[in-house]
């Protein structure tokens, strides 16, 4: 059990350190952590194992808790099914960009310049914003 | 009555590998689209009045018995937002196959449409957490391909922080079950609200706020909610609008469902009261800042969910009964806006307001269509926002909760000022730089036009029918607050 709970602890604080990287690959990496731990967690749930449960219930003593298994068994493969998914988002990603950051919501950015300009009158609103490429890029459509 | 109730889950996904079986054969894909949701809603409207006659009925698939098996539950509160849910899957739908940039990549946008509506439909059926989280990754695994359906660089961009983000919410509600099992030795809903009482207070309060965080990431209330704006407005409109009409919702329900029923009498509705308040200061605050018909809808939908938990924090039968009308009426005219501002972006080219102007001229009809919804958001008599914030005000009055009411009244001034906004740059004056000659005729799609005008009235109808609508909130209200019938319908 102890070992258990010592996997799920490093499961999740490898997954939670890798989540807050800024490359797609470790972000995704460190969900699939996130989900292992989760996983772990959800057998220990189920107390210590036993003989395997089979029947109707009410099981006798010493046999293992079959429902938080079925659960563990349905998360993984939906653990599955949407990281195939992120990869083959965060590849998409990758050849659009041919870089594996995180990007900046370009709004926000655009946002966040007009409140700057808003400090500084002498300039103008409208120039100022032309002047980032990468912001006029965006909105030419 | 049995046999009706796993339907509407069920139908949408049997629709889904049928659709998906008839890609490439456009027409077919559209007919299994609208027969199948059409029915689905046909089917809630039936059980809706079943459930309002009857009270809260159980169903346990596959013969396992109750705390064992899955079992699908329907009680007033959740029969009344799978109806107002399909009706909006349909218009959308309509909507969707009238517009012609979703109709381009229509080979896929069936199959996971309907697969949305059958995740959409098992959150509110489904009576045990595990199940609600399989219902959950249902909806959002389809709503990942709806908003980067395309695949375009803004798309993917913003997708991938959406899939992120939910997934980590997704991780968190796995470990809540997780926790919640070992704690109790069981996920099912009515043997939870039983058994979580029995716990100490420490870990019942826990066990609510990790539920609180993981549903809040979902509902997009404060501080969890900046994933939202950045998500919603790069999709094409009809998903958007299916998003924002639906999906927050059923976090907000999720809220409601598990608050209510599991973690009834923990010290929570302050901190409810709180989050609600921020929730809507910064969601409209936000959207005064922003600059694009979409993006600022965007915001509005954080705002107003502010004034959904607002409801619930009072924890009165009022309150929850103001905020069940307020979802009610939030679904329906959220829907029509960002419909609305479909029909502006496919007229003028772009949403972004300094490139938009004049349209009170060049497209007349659009004007009633925004302003309607628009006043109705902002909170104005005599349409359907006006009562059910009304209702909230005095519910909250009741309480003496006078900071909360005042904040409330507050956001709807501001949400009344950035309408007149869109109101202003949209249809009135001139756009400095057009993305087209704003003199050349361009005919708006009759499919397109025809849903956003049933909505509009469906709006007008929740307004006039307010009193009706507001009992029937009330018995909702009063069904969630006293969960004995939903426990004895389930575990009998």
Same mark, same amino acid.
């Given at each position: ?7 799920? $602890? ?24 996130? $989900?292992?731990? /989760? ?27 079959? #429902?938080?298994?079925?659960? @563990? ?69 | ?14 629709? @889904? ?35 309002? +006659? ?128 070992? @704690? ?54 009809? =998903? ?131 302003? #309607?919804? /628009? ?18 005000? +005095?519910?909250?009055? @009741? ?90 319908? =389930?575990?009998?």
């Amino acid at each position: 059990m102890i070992v258990l709970a010592v996997l799920a $602890g490093v499961l999740y604080t490898a997954g939670v350190y890798l989540l807050l990287q800024r490359t797609l690959t470790r972000i995704i990496v460190g969900l699939v952590l996130l $989900g292992y731990g /989760a996983n772990v967690l959800l057998l220990m749930a189920g107390g210590p194992g036993g003989v395997a449960p089979i029947g109707r219930p009410p099981f006798p003593e010493g046999v293992s808790d079959p #429902l938080p298994q079925a659960l @563990a068994l349905t998360a993984i493969v939906i653990t599955f099914g949407v990281t195939a998914f992120l990869l083959a988002l965060a590849y998409r990603s990758w050849l659009l960009t041919r870089d594996d950051e995180v990007e900046d919501d370009v709004e926000d950015r655009r946002i966040a310049r007009l409140a700057d300009l808003g400090r500084d009158e002498d300039q103008d609103l409208v120039a100022g914003l032309d002047d980032d490429p990468e912001i006029t890029e965006e909105f030419t459509p | 009555m049995r046999l009706l109730l796993p339907l509407p889950l069920v139908l949408p996904l049997a629709a @889904a590998g049928l659709s998906l079986a008839l890609h490439g054969h456009r027409l077919a894909q559209r007919a299994v689209s609208l027969v199948t949701i059409t029915s689905v809603v046909v089917i809630s409207a039936v059980l809706l009045a079943r459930v309002e +006659q009857d009270g809260p009925t159980a169903v346990d698939v596959g013969a396992w018995g109750a705390p064992v098996g899955i079992t699908l539950v329907l009680d007033l509160f959740a029969a009344m937002m799978l109806l107002v849910s399909a009706a909006m899957v349909l218009v959308v739908l309509v909507y969707a196959i009238g517009s012609p940039r979703t109709s381009d990549q229509a080979r896929y946008f069936h199959p996971v449409y309907l697969v949305l509506a059958a995740g959409v439909s098992g959150s509110f059926l489904t009576g045990d957490l595990f199940n609600l989280f399989v219902a959950f990754e249902i909806m959002l695994t389809a709503s990942y391909v709806l908003i980067t359906l395309g695949g375009s660089h803004a798309q993917v961009r913003s997708g991938m922080t959406y899939v992120v983000i939910s997934l980590v919410a997704s991780m968190l509600f796995l470990t809540g079950v997780a926790f919640v099992y070992a @704690a109790t030795g069981t996920v099912n809903l009515a043997h939870l609200a039983g058994r979580v009482a029995e716990l100490p207070d420490g870990i019942r309060l826990a066990l609510a706020l990790l539920f609180l965080v993981v549903f809040g990431i979902k509902a997009a209330i404060f501080p969890l909610f900046f994933w939202l704006p950045d998500a919603y407005p790069t999709a094409p409109t009809p =998903v958007t609008a299916i998003f924002a009409g639906l999906l927050t919702k059923v976090g907000v329900y999720a809220i409601f469902r598990t608050q209510t029923l599991v973690f009834p009498g923990t010290r929570i509705s302050t901190v409810l009261l709180v989050v609600a308040c921020t929730t809507m200061l910064v969601g409209v605050l936000g959207a005064i800042a922003q600059n694009d018909v979409k993006r600022i809808l965007s915001f509005h939908i954080v705002s107003q969910i502010g004034y959904m938990i607002l409801g619930l924090g009072f924890f009165t039968v009022a309150g929850v009964a103001g905020a069940i009308f307020y979802i009610v009426h939030h679904i329906v005219v959220k829907t029509t806006l960002f419909l609305v501002g479909g029909l502006v972006e496919h007229h003028a080219g772009t949403g972004a307001l300094d490139r938009v102007g004049g349209l009170v001229r060049h497209a007349p009809v659009l004007a009633p269509l925004f302003l #309607l919804p /628009a006043l109705s958001l902002a909170g104005l008599p005599p349409f359907s926002g006006f009562v059910a914030k009304l209702a909230l005000v +005095q519910a909250g009055l @009741a309480d003496e909760h006078y900071v909360a009411v005042g904040i409330s009244l507050l956001v709807s001034i501001l949400t009344l000022f950035s309408m007149t906004k869109i109101w202003g740059a949209v249809f009135w004056g001139e756009a400095e730089d057009p993305v087209h000659d704003p003199d050349e005729k361009r005919p708006l799609p009759r499919l397109m036009v025809a849903p956003t005008v049933a909505l509009v009235l469906v709006s007008l109808a929740i307004a006039g029918g307010a009193g009706p609508v507001w009992r029937l909130s009330e018995r909702a209200a009063a069904g969630l607050l006293d969960a004995r019938p939903y426990v004895e319908a =389930v575990l009998g």
